[in-house]
């Protein structure tokens, strides 16, 4: 069984731990991941963008990484989403590349769907003693319908002390190039979200998508705020570690 | 304001039904059709099936009515018979300090006999032949009575249809509305009312139906909640039986 | 009707952000009308169940248009109705003219329809001398104001209440305190005479019912019952693809218009206008005129992207769920249109992709509008779509153009790929202070204005790929038989076709 990891290009140039957490938590589960090193980008900057051309050469990369993978996992809603929801109207037009992108869509899922939904995971063990508030990314939740697993999965951490995000469901104003083309009203929504953020006296940021997590975390850091800002994938990880430090493991 | 112009009609008609063929053409073109095709299978149609079964009991309906129409800002009364209407609209015409109300010519509102009760008062019944007078004395009175001709208890709602004896305008003008809801007139569900309305064979079929849920009301204002705006501001529901 | 400076929503929208009473203003009422749907849509029960009915139905009409248009004409013309088409705005304006001149009408008094914005009816009345005023308290406020509205439903959430008493005021020729029921009662009774006066009443239509020929308006004030009852003329636009088949299909949308719009279960009142009055009638309109408008939307025929379009019932629950909409208000939108819906609507009636500027990159893509939309219209996707369209079109900024290839060339192999970030790690040292980057020089600025960029690490993952996959060994255990026997079962469900 050939399980692939998809690490998608913000997490692979700018956020290696997040893999590091992946291989890490999923290696507990008997999972060896695999890591197709032809993939980039999924797309999705040049797609949303209208530049389909330029978004099929980045997402021709996916279409061939995982050609022969049983599973592939993202640490990304956006990035999944772009794969089931979008391929198909990208490659409308190329028979050939179409049935590649659904056989990709049958077989590909975000990180907490992996875990939830195909091992049967849902407490990993963690030990996790922060108050922590979470960030329901856009496309995760509209396009994939990810609401459960990721809770479920934090509901099991222990020693962690959940604030619910005020307004969570608004968007934080990423919106990949939209944050560089329309800055201002982009600027205004991140200011929006860091807020609710520091409302809740969380000590901890968390998601599932890094796009979202580098706008947020970027405006705090900017305002000179210190919320730390983790992927789920992260915090799982280190609760596991602290649980296996204090255990002796 | 000129009179109406047959001749101008006619050119306007005919000129339509040249461009009626290239519009309609135009769409079927577009949806890949030759021309205006037969009749689609329409296989949805109205509410969702299990809607059809949702169904309130008599006492429900008109408790559920009366809830709406009160949460809206109307005045909702209950009134055992059409012999106790007649002191319930004195009371409120008195209340509201009314000097006249006109209600829609039908027997059931003639009954009531507002002249005894309010001899105060100028009463007068819409009269579909004066069109002027009749919009006068709408337009100068206090109060209009209508008989509702349905009601949905589920949004609170009254639907009052027009006719020579039944001007639109005597639910609309005066500030006050009060109308006369027979109990075996209210349905449920909205729907049930306009399945009624459709089911008006296409001779008969009422030139203006209105579905009325409360008072008038904007919140135009900084989103400040006024009531009265245009329609009537206060508007009573009396079901009878 | 003055319209805000600059056609493009980035510089119209860099003056909303700066107007503070705007931005609250907007908030609030987007809220207030958010929490009212949310509550409205819970009491009533299985909304997933009636927004795919009220789908269903809108798109059966539309992809029957022909036929259900054809059935209304009919309906409509067979109780007295007189039926016209406009296939531009302009055309919908001139022969409105045409019946006003003929009939030397001197005042037009109007009710709430944007369609009627769309084709400018105002401005063409007042070219040729007469008199149109709007009703609505909304739009009469704007109309007094001279600005366009900022919300489809709401139309002057952006005037204060000391703006609307000024504006009152003068019409009132005395000064009128701010309190919402004393200047509501002064446009009651100044409307009143204008109903009374007026020699044609102007309509919009929420929906034409096939079945009747029957004209339905919704609305809370009561006006638009005047204006289609007291003067002698009645006018009524349509957008041609405002129908439903049946009265059955209307109870569907009275069930999802309301409480969309404003959380309501009902508005206050509902119209079903089927011709002018009859002869025994003693009010209603002696003459009715149906003006059918084309302006744009037969474009969205036949085409799968875009088709959905018209399912549009106008109920502003988009506007109200768009984070962005929220943050700069309706006069940031060029066109009639704002927010999702808008941003969507105004070029795709405009089949010159020159002319759609910057509209439908005013989105994060959140996806927010499309599940707020009662008739599942996937404007997010519409979006996306639309500045596909305008690249292929050739309708691009040369340095973005210049951008995308330049990504086309950096992801289309991963040996790029590598370099890029190779390149990225060392050339970012001038630039990097304290593990981040906060130049705000170059095209990036406009993300550094808020954020501060963490330095790319020293190594990619891809990079340390090896070294993460050989500590991963060091935590491995066995997978249980249960977790094995559940991915087989998954593979083999996508086997047979499942999953």
């Known amino acids: 069984m050939k399980v692939s990891l998809f690490i998608t290009c913000i997490s692979d140039a700018l956020f290696p731990p997040i893999g590091e957490a992946m291989s890490q938590l999923l290696a507990r589960y008997g999972v060896r991941l695999d890591f197709p090193k032809v993939q980039t980008c999924c797309g999705q900057p040049a797609f949303n963008s209208g530049y389909w051309d330029e978004a099929k050469a980045s997402a021709k990369t996916i279409l061939e990484a995982f050609d022969d993978s049983d599973f592939v996992i993202a640490p990304s809603g956006s990035c999944t989403g772009m794969i089931h929801h979008y391929y198909p109207k990208l490659f409308e037009h190329d028979a050939a590349l179409l049935e590649k992108s659904r056989r990709l869509q049958e077989k590909t899922y975000e990180f907490t769907q992996f875990l939830v939904q195909v091992l049967g995971v849902t407490d990993v063990g963690a030990y996790f003693p922060h108050k922590v508030t979470y960030h329901p990314s856009c496309h995760g939740t509209r396009l994939l319908g990810i609401k459960d697993e990721p809770m479920e999965l934090m509901s099991h951490v222990e020693g962690m002390e959940y604030v619910p995000l005020p307004y969570a469901e608004d968007c934080c104003g990423f919106g990949g190039t939209f944050a560089v083309k329309m800055s201002e009203i982009s600027g205004a929504m991140v200011e929006e979200k860091s807020q609710h953020v520091l409302e809740t006296e969380a000590e901890v940021l968390v998601g599932l998508d890094m796009g979202c997590l580098l706008n947020i975390g970027g405006n705090l850091k900017f305002q000179g705020k210190p919320v730390r800002v983790m992927h789920l994938a992260e915090l799982l990880y280190e609760g596991v570690r602290n649980r296996e430090q204090t255990a002796g493991v | ?241 | 009707m003055s319209k805000p400076q600059g056609s493009n929503v980035k510089e119209r929208a860099r003056t909303a952000l700066q107007d503070e009473f705007l931005i609250d203003a907007v908030k609030f009422t987007t809220e207030r009308l958010k929490n009212g749907k949310k509550a409205a849509t819970a009491e009533h029960g299985n909304w997933e169940e009636w927004r795919e009915r009220g789908r269903q139905i809108r798109a059966h009409t539309v992809a029957h248009l022909d036929y259900y248009l054809s059935r209304f004409i009919e309906n409509a013309r067979a109780q007295g109705v007189h039926v016209h088409f406009a296939p531009e705005g302009k055309d919908a304006a001139r022969i409105a003219m045409d019946i006003a001149k003929h009939r030397g009408a001197k005042s037009v008094v109007k009710s709430k329809s944007m369609v009627s914005e769309e084709v400018h009816i105002n401005e063409a009345f007042e070219q040729i001398g007469i008199e149109s005023i709007e009703s609505d308290l909304g739009e009469y406020i704007i109309q007094l104001a001279n600005e366009p509205p900022s919300h489809i439903i709401i139309p002057a959430i952006h005037k204060n209440r000391r703006q609307i008493a000024e504006l009152l005021s003068k019409e009132a020729g005395e000064t009128l305190p701010p309190e919402t029921q004393v200047l509501a009662g002064f446009a009651r009774r100044k409307l009143r005479d204008k109903f009374l006066e007026a020699d044609i009443g102007l309509t919009g239509c929420n929906f034409g019912i096939a079945e009747t020929g029957t004209v339905v308006i919704f609305e809370n004030e009561g006006n638009a019952r005047m204006v289609s009852t007291v003067p002698k003329i009645q006018i009524t636009l349509m957008g041609m693809e405002r129908l439903i088949p049946t009265w059955d299909d209307l109870e569907v949308m009275a069930t999802l218009l309301p409480r969309s719009a404003t959380g309501q279960k009902m508005t206050m009142y509902m119209s079903g206008i089927t011709g002018p009055k009859r002869t025994e009638d003693g009010d209603g309109p002696e003459e009715m005129h149906v003006i059918i408008v084309d302006n744009g939307r037969s474009l969205q025929l036949g085409d799968p992207d875009f088709q959905e379009l018209l399912n549009c019932i106008r109920c502003g629950a988009c506007l109200n769920a768009c984070p962005v909409y929220r943050h700069i208000g309706g006069h940031s939108y060029p066109g009639t249109y704002s927010g999702p819906i808008g941003a969507v609507l105004t070029p795709a009636l405009n089949k010159n992709a020159e002319e759609w500027h910057d509209i439908a990159n005013a989105s994060s893509l959140c996806g927010a509008c499309y599940e707020a939309c009662p008739v599942k219209i996937p404007l997010h996707d519409m979006l996306v779509y639309l500045r596909n369209r305008k690249v292929e079109r050739g309708v691009t900024a040369p340095g973005e153009k210049m951008a995308m290839r330049g990504f086309k060339m950096l992801m289309g192999s991963h040996a790029w790929f590598e370099r890029a970030v190779k390149a990225g790690q060392l050339g970012q040292k001038l630039l990097v202070r304290g593990g981040v980057i906060k130049s705000r020089i170059g095209p990036l600025g406009g993300w550094t204005a808020y954020r501060h960029i963490p330095a790319l690490p020293k190594k990619s993952f891809r990079e340390q790929w090896t070294k993460v996959t050989a500590e991963a060994e060091t935590s491995f255990k066995p997978m249980t038989d249960e977790m094995k026997s559940r991915m087989e079962k998954i593979v083999q469900s996508r086997a047979k076709g499942g999953h």
Request: glycine content about 8%; some cysteine.
């Open chain 2, 1 to 241: 304001m000129a009179k109406s112009d047959p001749e101008f009609l006619a050119r306007l008609d005919r000129e339509s039904r040249e461009a009626e063929k290239r519009f309609i053409g135009n769409i079927a073109n577009r949806l890949g059709r030759p021309a205006a095709g037969p009749a689609p299978v329409h296989p949805y149609r109205g509410a969702p099936d299990f809607w059809a079964s949702y169904e309130l009991g008599t006492e429900e309906k008109i408790g559920r009515f009366m809830d709406n129409w009160r949460a809206a800002g109307g005045y909702p009364e209950r009134i055992a018979s059409m012999s106790g209407v007649p002191e319930v609209i004195a009371r409120i015409a008195k209340e509201r300090q009314a000097r006249s109300t006109i209600r829609q010519n039908l027997p059931e509102l003639a009954n009531l006999q507002l002249e005894s009760v309010l001899p105060e008062l100028s009463h007068h019944a819409w009269n579909g032949r004066d069109p002027e007078g009749s919009l006068n004395i709408c337009e100068q009175a206090d109060v209009g009575i209508v008989l509702a001709d349905h009601a949905a208890a589920y949004t609170g709602t009254i639907v009052v249809a027009s006719s020579a004896d039944k001007g639109r305008s005597v639910s609309l003008l005066p500030n006050v509305l009060i109308a006369v809801i027979p109990a075996e007139r209210m349905y449920t569900r909205l729907g049930e009312a306009m399945s009624r309305v459709a089911s008006i064979p296409a001779e008969r079929f009422p030139a203006g139906v209105h579905f009325i849920s409360g008072p008038s009301r904007s919140s135009d204002i900084e989103n400040d909640l006024t009531i009265g705006v245009h329609g009537p501001g206060a508007a009573y529901a009396l079901i009878v039986g």
